[in-house]
């Protein structure tokens, strides 16, 4: 399993970035991916989480601001991410749940700031 991430970088309050996730190794369409992130100096958490099926949960924090696709043609999955705060600065993680068994990216840097 390989997931590689894509995206990140510099950006003022209230701009956009799109993250990519490119996977490989396994059977993109049949599991949930998520985007999780982890800020300094705290916990990593969910961000968005998207089913096999296509149905994506959202943490509060993002809802109306992000929104996780994938493309199981490119077996990818993007992150576009709108109006973004200086609180949304973070490493970015793609991840996969398979068989109980999670998988990480080696995460993008998000920083928000004017």
Do not use: H
Request: aromatic share 12%.
């Amino acid at each position: 399993v390989q997931l590689v991430e894509s995206g990140g970088g510099l950006v003022q309050p209230g701009g956009s970035l799109r993250l990519s996730c490119a996977a490989s190794g396994f059977s993109f369409s049949s599991y949930p991916m998520s985007w999780f992130l982890q800020a300094p100096g705290k916990e990593r958490e969910l961000v968005a989480r998207t089913s096999g099926g296509g149905t994506t949960d959202y943490a509060d924090s993002v809802k109306g601001r992000y929104t996780n696709t994938r493309d199981s043609a490119k077996d990818t999955v993007y992150l576009q991410m709108n109006n973004l705060k200086p609180e949304d600065t973070a490493v970015y993680y793609c991840s996969a749940l398979i068989w109980g068994v999670r998988y990480w990216g080696q995460g993008t840097k998000v920083t928000v700031s004017s």
